[in-house]
Antibody
Framework: QITLKESGPTLVKPTQTLTLTCTFS??????????VGWIRQPPGKALEWLAI???????RYSPSLKSRLTVTKDTSKNQVVLTMTNMDPVDTATYYC????????????WGQGTLVTVSS | QSALTQPASVSGSPGQSITISCTGT?????????VSWYLQNPGKAPKLMIY???KRPSGVSSRLSGSKSGNTASLTISGLQPEDEAEYYC?????????????FGGGTKLTVL
C-alpha cells in the first residue's frame, strides 16, 4: 500500500524560502524507476507541476520555476524535500507530492496535500 | 491561463454520457501519447483515472474512457452516476527546451443533474 504525506510550514513570509518534506511508504528509491513528483494548486485554481526526482538522483523541474526550485531525497528515510526560494503571495497553494514512475507520465498515488500561505 | 484548454463546466443527467475535451498543441497532446486525467473532489487530492490517453488504472470504472484526435484529448463518462460529480483535470507531457515538462488543463466541473 503506497502512501505519501507532505509536511512543512503553513505560513511563510514573502522572500523567505519554503521547505516541504514528503514522507512516503509502500515503495523505495532503491527500486529502479521510482520517482516522486511535486504538484501545487492555488486556492480555486488548476494544478501546476513543479518537479520530479528519480531513484538515480536525476531530477526535472518546471521550466517556469526552475530557478527557484530544488528537490532532494533521503533514500534511507523514504523522504523527498522540496525547497522553493523567494516566496511570493502568488505561491500560496496546496502543495502535493505524488508517486511517479520513470517512463510513464502520470502520478498514480498522491499525498493529502499541505496548504502553504505566503503573507507578511 | 492553463497550458491545456478544457471547458469550465459540463453537465448531464444520470445514465447519460458526457465528454470532456482537452485541447493542446503538437508539442504536448498532439505529439505524445502521454495524456492523463484526474478526478478531484472538493478538499481532496486528485485521483488518477486515465493515463497514456486511454489506459485505466486498476479499480477505475470501465464507464470512463479516454481518446485522442490530433491536438485534442477527450474523457468520456458513460452511464453517469451522482458520484461522478467532481472536477476533472487533463495533463500531458510537453516537449520543451528543458526536455521534460508536464502541463495541466484548467479543470472541468462535472455536474450530474
Amino acid at each position: 500500500q503506497i502512501t505519501l504525506k507532505e509536511s512543512g510550514p503553513t505560513l511563510v513570509k514573502p522572500t523567505q524560502t519554503l521547505t516541504l518534506t514528503c514522507t512516503f511508504s509502500g515503495f523505495s528509491f532503491s527500486t529502479f524507476g521510482v520517482g516522486v513528483g511535486w504538484i501545487r494548486q492555488p486556492p480555486g485554481k488548476a494544478l501546476e507541476w513543479l518537479a520530479i526526482i528519480y531513484w538515480d538522483d536525476d531530477n526535472r523541474y518546471s521550466p517556469s520555476l526552475k530557478s527557484r526550485l530544488t528537490v532532494t531525497k533521503d533514500t534511507s528515510k523514504n523522504q523527498v524535500v522540496l525547497t522553493m526560494t523567494n516566496m511570493d503571495p502568488v505561491d500560496t497553494a496546496t502543495y502535493y507530492c505524488a508517486h511517479h514512475s520513470f517512463g510513464v507520465v502520470m502520478f498514480d498515488y498522491w499525498g493529502q496535500g499541505t496548504l502553504v500561505t505566503v503573507s507578511s | 491561463q492553463s497550458a491545456l484548454t478544457q471547458p469550465a463546466s459540463v453537465s448531464g443527467s444520470p445514465g447519460q454520457s458526457i465528454t470532456i475535451s482537452c485541447t493542446g498543441t503538437s508539442s504536448d497532446v498532439g505529439g505524445f501519447n502521454y495524456v492523463s486525467w484526474y478526478l478531484q473532489n472538493p478538499g481532496k487530492a486528485p485521483k488518477l483515472m486515465i493515463y497514456d490517453v486511454s489506459k485505466r488504472p486498476s479499480g477505475v470504472s470501465s464507464r470512463l474512457s479516454g481518446s485522442k484526435s490530433g491536438n485534442t484529448a477527450s474523457l468520456t463518462i458513460s452511464g453517469l452516476q451522482p458520484e461522478d460529480e467532481a472536477e476533472y483535470y487533463c495533463s500531458s507531457y510537453r516537449s520543451s527546451s528543458s526536455s521534460f515538462d508536464v502541463v495541466f488543463g484548467g479543470g472541468t466541473k462535472l455536474t450530474v443533474l
